[in-house]
T-cell receptor
Framework: KAGVTQTPRYLIKTRGQQVTLSCSPI?????VSWYQQTPGQGLQFLFE???????NKGNFPGRFSGRQFSNSRSEMNVSTLELGDSALYLC?????????????FGQGTRLTVV | GNSVTQMEGPVTLSEEAFLTINCTYT??????LFWYVQYPGEGLQLLLK?????DKGSNKGFEATYRKETTSFHLEKGSVQVSDSAVYFC???????????FGKGTTLSVSS
């Protein structure tokens, strides 16, 4: 079956702009999580959605937001972009999203803020 | 809070050498433990996992044993190949948790 699909793969934005990233999970998966990967901070959890509800949120400013649609597809939005938002953004999907359930990752969206 | 510490890299080995990447964790209760691998320009792939103490996860020649007494989950492989060159991440998730907590990653470079 098809894996997790993230679009676009690459983005270049200017400081102050906003950006929307998209994630299509594996068919049947209801949990979608987002992570930010940077050389300095490593992989950090942004938020997790299950059946259109945000169940968990990491320690990121309110400029980072997300949502999940009824078909489980998810989007994350970053407003008022800063240079430090440059990162690889990874999306993961799983059946339940809880505990030892395996999470499947997409290839990521590489965001560059200039 | 929960955390994962893994050995700093890079780790440079010759083909067929033995590999160990150390990983220790801090967590309450009984988390599940994972090793993920990331190849250049790619996302994360699950390499192996263990969900309870003394479980051994294994895949593609890699192994790791969940040691609760030492709070460790060290990754081992008996004979590495050039194709194993990648970044390896140790991670945990609590029993009822929905967020993976990752170590900083260890870069492995294998030469022929």
């Amino acid at each position: 079956k098809a894996g997790v699909t993230q679009t676009p793969r690459y983005l270049i934005k200017t400081r102050g702009q906003q950006v929307t990233l998209s994630c299509s999970p594996i068919s049947g998966h209801r949990s979608v999580s987002w992570y930010q990967q940077t050389p300095g901070q490593g992989l950090q959890f942004l938020f997790e959605y299950f059946s259109e509800t945000q169940r968990n949120k990491g320690n990121f400013p309110g400029r980072f937001s997300g949502r999940q649609f009824s078909n489980s597809r998810s989007e994350m939005n970053v407003s008022t972009l800063e240079l430090g938002d440059s990162a690889l953004y990874l999306c993961a999907s799983s059946n339940t999203g809880v505990g030892g359930t395996e999470a499947f990752f997409g290839q990521g969206t590489r965001l560059t803020v200039v | 809070g929960n955390s994962v510490t893994q050995m700093e890299g890079p780790v440079t080995l010759s083909e067929e050498a033995f590999l160990t990447i150390n990983c220790t964790y801090t967590a309450t209760g009984y988390p599940s433990l994972f090793w993920y691998v990331q190849y250049p320009g790619e996302g994360l792939q699950l390499l192996l996992k263990a969900t309870k103490a003394d479980d051994k996860g294994s895949n593609k020649g890699f192994e790791a044993t969940y040691r609760k007494e030492t709070t460790s989950f060290h990754l081992e492989k008996g004979s590495v190949q050039v194709s194993d060159s990648a970044v390896y991440f140790c991670a945990l998730i609590s029993q009822a948790g929905t967020a993976l907590i990752f170590g900083k990653g260890t870069t492995l470079s294998v030469s022929s």
